[in-house]
């Protein structure tokens, strides 16, 4: 069959999100072929390249969201000589007609947003009423926003113009009168015309996929299932799929979009009310995304309550672990090497969500209990500012308590990449986290092909370590978990923990902070402590660290129950069944062959040809079989 293969920052870019996971899904599924729809998040990104493509990706096309240069973002033209007469062919401004379509539809979706943004809706019911209320009000809001998407789409699709429509007075007007409209929330009926323009543009962004143009025959149209690998922005070409040609849409989420922007919205610069309506279009946005689709597969049952939450329905949701491959790690699984009995380590990116202050804190407490230990903090800072001066602040606590000591380790010269990938001895390029890209989406982006590493860490002996994956103490990631008899995860903020993964797959024993996926992933074969909590760390390392034999059932276990869940093959054999389970429940499309008389393989079933095979109607015309990949696109199948 065709998939179309929808990413938003990603594949078939050589940086962002799930870029290996979607690499070994179609690798993995060489029978079948696939179209790649690709939004780029930068310009960056674009610079860096693409990974190596295989064969059966029969089509890429890509679309930038960073950019509001028309000549550059691959619009759709505007359908019929009057229509192109009306916008010279392009996204110019619209003729009254449309200009009214316009205002109609925007007006719909702007109250859907400013209705439910304030998050105080229901605080004028009435005892008793206020839940129906709220859950009318919901309801209401759910059906003006996709009157006004679809609204918006089809008028895309017909004249074009919508990115410039968005950035209109018009659009600002309108957003304005449904901020201040009765029962608007406090927080965006404050809203100012600063706030109105930065949400309109961020809106422009986000509604950037109505106007590409994919929608055609010979693309969305032309595949027999769209897959989108994240939900918001990226399934939005699914959406348009299935309405305008019936293409069944398939949801995988590794780390739910919309929880990130609840959260990226506390930090963010701008004001209150931007962050509330952004949150609140997103929130509109997954509720129809999930309804829409034939079925959604969260990596992990954290995702899936997220999901389930915004409005999935639980009979339309199938949990499938993302597959990590296990045959690196396998030489030190299966081995007897227990690691540095004394020591602890930490692998990942260094970040703020992994909360390092407290394992510092923790760490010392250990050593008061175990004055031999060790701690190896492995891994490079985040690429924004942030990470560096969080990895700055980390090393001077260490060394304030540990004055005596000395604090090993320097990340001068040439180690870390400016995006926080390390290079392992066998040539892979990964993410210092074992994967991702955002600190609460740990799920895809396993391995990258860029950058080379050539630091080595420190050859002091401080009982503190800051180092990098790539030098001679730590030549590649196995070596990293191996050099520690127990691993330990510290974060605050997590979705699915690649790091506990992956010492899970080195046979180690583990401890976590109960965050995120990880009590999902742990599954009893590590402990886990309360978050933010370093009396409780350091105890659970202490006891460890004081029982050899536990360590060992523990990793054991942990090593076993790694390889019946993570692996790839299980990955793979998941979404092999799914595409086969969703085609066989779509309905048939109909689909016009050309009008010559040229042959095309298997344009009818061979069982057509058996003598009295299908049943005959009551008209006495045979009904129509043909299955949907074997229709005027047969030659593609």
């Given at each position: ?13 050589a ?41 059966q ?16 973002l691959?619009?759709h ?20 007609r449309?200009?009214?379509?316009f205002?109609?539809h925007?007006?719909?979706l702007?109250a ?7 998050g ?36 895309a ?97 590794h780390?739910?979009?919309?929880r ?7 930090g963010?610069?701008?004001?209150a009310?931007?962050r ?80 390092l ?7 010392a ?31 001077t ?65 401080g ?8 030098g ?11 050099s520690?008899g ?7 903020v ?14 180690r ?19 886990v ?8 760390l ?75 095979h299908?049943p ?22």
């Amino acid at each position: 069959m065709r998939i179309g293969l929808l990413t938003d920052g990603g594949y078939p870019y050589a940086t962002g999100e799930s870029r290996l996971w979607c690499d070994r899904l179609v690798r993995g599924l060489a029978q079948h072929e696939f179209d790649l729809f690709a939004l780029s998040r930068s310009a960056e990104q674009e610079a860096q390249g693409r990974v190596r493509l295989p064969s059966q990706v029969v089509g890429v096309r890509t679309a930038p969201l960073w950019t509001a240069d028309e000549e550059t973002l691959g619009l759709h033209a505007p359908r019929g000589p009057l229509a192109r007469l009306f916008t010279g062919g392009g996204a110019r401004t619209y003729a009254r007609r449309e200009r009214r379509l316009f205002s109609t539809h925007f007006a719909d979706l702007a109250a859907a947003v400013c209705g439910a943004a304030g998050g105080d809706r229901g605080e004028t019911a009435e005892a008793g009423t206020g839940a129906r209320t709220e859950g009318a009000a919901s309801r209401l809001a759910d059906e003006r926003f996709t009157r006004g998407l679809y609204g918006l789409a089809e008028l895309a699709f017909e004249y074009g113009g919508l990115p410039a429509a968005l950035r209109s007075e018009t659009a600002v007007r309108i957003l304005e009168a449904a901020c201040r409209a009765p029962g608007t929330g406090r927080t965006v009926q404050t809203a100012s015309v600063a706030d109105l323009l930065a949400f309109t543009a961020e809106l422009d962004r986000a509604l950037r996929p109505l106007s590409l143009d994919w929608y055609d025959e010979d693309g969305l149209g032309a595949v027999d299932l769209c897959h989108a690998t994240a939900g918001g922005v990226a399934a939005l070409p699914g959406l348009l799929a299935k309405r305008f040609f019936g293409v069944p849409l398939l949801v995988t989420e590794h780390a739910v979009r919309v929880r990130a922007h609840y959260l990226a919205s506390g930090g963010a610069p701008a004001g209150a009310p931007v962050r509330a309506l952004l949150a609140n279009f997103h929130g509109l946005l997954a509720t129809e995304v999930y309804r829409q689709a034939a079925l959604v597969t969260p990596g992990n049952t954290h995702a899936r309550r997220w999901q389930e939450r915004c409005g999935a329905d639980p009979a339309k949701v199938r949990t499938v672990y993302p597959g990590m491959e296990s045959a690196r790690f396998a030489a030190l699984g299966e081995s007897e090497d227990a690691g540095g009995p004394d020591t602890l380590v930490w692998v990942g990116r260094i970040e703020p969500a992994k909360d390092l202050i407290a394992l510092l804190h923790a760490f010392a407490e250990v050593r008061l209990a175990e004055p031999d230990a060790r701690l190896r903090i492995i891994g490079a800072p985040a690429q924004d500012p942030a990470g560096a001066a969080y990895l700055e602040r980390c090393r001077t606590l260490a060394a304030q308590l540990f004055p005596c000591d000395g604090t090993a380790g320097d990340f001068g010269g040439t180690g870390g990449g400016s995006d926080g990938t390390v290079r392992d001895s066998d040539g892979t390029v990964r993410d210092s986290d074992g994967v991702l890209g955002e600190s609460d989406a740990h799920a895809g982006d396993f391995d990258a092909h860029a950058g080379d590493f050539d630091r080595t860490a420190s050859d002091s002996e401080g009982p503190v370590t800051f180092e990098e994956i790539g030098g001679p103490e730590v030549p590649d990631l196995a070596q990293a978990y191996g050099s520690g008899g127990v691993v330990v995860l510290s974060s605050v903020v997590e979705g699915f923990p690649i790091s506990l993964v992956e010492a899970m797959f080195c046979g180690r024993a583990t401890v976590s902070t109960d965050v995120g996926a990880v009590v999902e992933v742990i599954g009893g074969t590590g402990l886990v402590v309360p978050p933010r909590n370093p009396r409780a760390l350091a105890d659970a390392c202490v006891a460890l660290l004081r029982d050899p034999a536990r360590r060992a059932r523990l990793g054991a276990a942990a090593r076993a129950r790694a390889l019946e869940l993570f692996t790839v093959e299980q990955n793979l054999a998941a979404f092999r069944g799914i595409y086969l389970d969703l085609i066989a429940r779509a309905p048939v499309r109909e689909r016009h062959l050309p009008a010559d008389d040229t042959p095309r393989p298997f344009a009818t079933p061979p069982e057509a040809h058996v003598r009295d095979h299908w049943p005959v109607p009551a008209g006495g015309e045979r009904a129509d079989r043909t299955p949907s990949w074997a229709g005027a696109g047969g030659s593609d199948a």
